[in-house]
């Protein structure tokens, strides 16, 4: 390992350790700025891609737990979008949230949402719906940016109230419900929605062929 290897491996565990002193450094307090600038670029870009997750907890809570998980999983992708794929895999096993059971599933679907968010569209318009003839032997094609859940809770009107507030009734709270669920960007506005059994059955056919 050349010296610069050496000395780049050295600081980035110094910039995530709060009790490293960055001995060998030679960067004095030069190193608590460093570490502030990468703990608050790392706190905000998980606040960013999980926003209903964060309103649920607060404030504190949240970057207490995003600090948390920054230091346990830093980022492999200089690209701050990518950053928090595991993150809700992460909270579930957050020993804080462990009576937060709606948290983690959130996640995933603030996660599924800024995926359909950065998600490549189709290529070219769809065109008209003509059913075929003999639509049995149809093979139905998924949007690219759709994402498609079940759960057996209500996390999906937990998620949506905080969402779209504007389109939602007041009294909520996490029961056993059998909720379907929709995230798709048909132009450039993602969109969500509950759907039927039914309607959740086609589209699940047509994505596994």
Not at 56 to 67: K, N, P, R
Not at 110 to 131: I, M, N, V
Request: with cysteine; proline share 11%.
């Amino acid at each position: 390992m050349s010296d610069l290897a050496r000395f780049q491996a050295r600081f980035a565990r110094a910039l995530l350790d709060p009790e490293d002193d960055g001995a060998g450094l030679g960067l004095g307090p030069a190193l608590a700025v460093y570490r502030n600038n990468v703990a608050a670029a790392g706190v905000e870009a998980l606040a960013a891609a999980f926003p209903t997750v964060r309103q649920m907890v607060g404030e504190d809570w949240f970057d207490a737990a995003a600090l948390a998980f920054l230091r346990e999983r830093p980022p492999e992708d200089p690209r701050l979008s990518a950053y928090g794929g595991d993150f809700p895999d992460w909270l579930a096993a957050f020993p804080p949230a462990r009576d937060l059971p709606y948290l983690a599933p959130v996640a995933r679907l603030d996660r599924a949402w800024l995926e359909a968010h950065l998600a490549a569209g189709p290529q070219s318009p769809p065109a008209a719906l003509r059913p075929p003839a003999d639509l049995s032997a149809h093979r139905g094609t998924l949007h690219p940016t759709l994402r498609l859940f079940r759960f057996s809770t209500s996390v999906p009107s937990l998620w949506l109230a905080h969402r779209f507030p504007a389109d939602t009734p007041g009294d909520l709270a996490f029961v056993a419900a059998d909720e379907p669920l929709a995230i798709w960007r048909p132009q450039h506005e993602v969109r969500a929605r509950k759907l039927d059994p039914q309607a959740y059955a086609f589209l699940a056919a047509c994505r596994d062929g």
